[in-house]
């Protein structure tokens, strides 16, 4: 069964960068279809970063021109660089894996996901 841990998040100023990592247990990751979710507190679980199995991206309007999301296959691992970070741009950030077909920034046509790691931008 695959396990995703995700890593990398921290407290930035507005402005700054980070680099969040999704490693997987298993193999294959380089043909997966992958995202990152961002879910801030009072709010649901939004789409933010879609990676297909040929290496198409999609990015939610919000984030188009600063974040990138990218995969190491060899090191089975996913990755989202943030920058220009903004206030709004706080939240938990999660990977999912296990993409079941559908719409893919729907949360529920994933079925693996990791604990989430945490953003903070100060203002």
């Known amino acids: 069964q695959v396990q995703v841990v995700e890593s990398g998040g921290g407290l930035v100023q507005a402005g700054g960068s980070l680099r969040l990592s999704c490693t997987c247990s298993?193999?294959?990751?380089?043909?997966?279809?992958m995202a990152w979710f961002r879910q801030a507190p009072g709010k649901g679980r939004e789409g933010v970063a879609f990676?297909?199995?040929?290496?198409?991206?999609y990015y939610i309007d919000s984030v188009k021109g600063r974040f990138t999301i990218s995969r190491d296959g060899a090191k089975n691992t996913l990755y989202l660089g943030m920058s220009s970070l903004k206030p709004e741009d706080a939240a938990m950030y999660y990977c999912?894996?296990?993409?079941?077909?559908?719409?893919?920034?729907?949360?529920?046509?994933?079925?693996?996901w990791g604990l989430g790691t945490q953003v903070t931008v100060s203002s």
């Open positions: 999912a894996a296990g993409w079941l077909g559908g719409d893919y920034w729907d949360a529920s046509r994933y079925n693996r």
């Open positions: 298993g193999s294959g990751l380089a043909n997966w279809n």
């Open positions: 990676i297909g199995w040929n290496g198409i991206t």
